[in-house]
């Protein structure tokens, strides 16, 4: 969760679109959206690449715990098993068009 919101919040920072991102990083906009969606986890790699290509850089430093992280968690736990299947069946729908959409997409 916080490296989406990392490479989202210096994209928007930046003003730049997810696609405009993704040309200045040289991968797709998809990629981008996956990312920031929390679809696909970016390694670390990538998110370095993401944030350089928006005009930041990543810092690293120990902090107190984000008290989000723990909110989350318990906000999922007290989700029914039928409504996590809904937010699974959800994410795995938008990879699949995802996938689909870079397979249709014309190379050149």
Known sequence: MVLRNLVREARKRAGLTQAELGHRAGVPQSTIARIESGARTPSTDMVERLVRAAGFEVR?????????????????????????????????????????????????
């Open 60 to 108: 690293a430093r120990l902090g107190d715990p984000d008290p989000d992280t723990g909110s989350l968690f318990s906000r999922t736990l007290h989700r029914t098993p039928a409504e996590r299947l809904v937010d699974a069946t959800r994410a795995a729908r938008f990879v699949l068009r995802g996938r689909r959409q870079m397979r249709e997409r014309p190379r050149g």
